[in-house]
Nanobody, 121 residues
Framework: QVQLVESGGGLAQAGDSLRLSCAFS????????MAWFRQAPGKEREFVATITRSGAITSYTDSVKGRFTISRDNAKNTLYLQMNSLKPEDTAVYYC??????????????WGQGTQVTVAS
């Protein structure tokens, strides 16, 4: 079965950058479309970005366009989220997910444990 492990979260100041990683194992990574979601306390899980199996096509929620970049390295079985110009409203637990390019959490088969990102003002 697919296993996903996020890393790279932490405390940042507004305007700083962080890069999140998601290690994939258990299946052939290149056969899975991937996505990032985030969830702040008391709020619904929110779509952030998605990427196709080859990495050729990406999509983003409006609030992160121009600031975040999703990418993947299929040789390393790893998904990335480069986050630039961080804002306090980016504070959340960030999750990677596999199996789809949908913005709906219900459409994903596999999830990681999440990594905390905190952005101070």
């Amino acid at each position: 079965q697919v296993q996903l492990v996020e890393s790279g979260g932490g405390l940042a100041q507004a305007g700083d950058s962080l890069r999140l990683s998601c290690a994939f194992s258990g299946r052939t990574f290149s056969l899975y479309a991937m996505a990032w979601f985030r969830q702040a306390p008391g709020k619904e899980r929110e779509f952030v970005a998605t990427i196709t199996r080859s990495g050729a096509i990406t999509s983003y929620t409006d609030s992160v366009k121009g600031r975040f970049t999703i990418s993947r390295d299929n040789a390393k079985n790893t998904l990335y989220l480069q986050m630039n110009s961080l804002k306090p409203e980016d504070t959340a637990v960030y999750y990677c997910a596999s199996g789809n390019t949908s913005p709906r959490p219900r459409d994903y088969n596999y999830w990681g444990q999440g990594t905390q990102v905190t952005v101070a003002s």
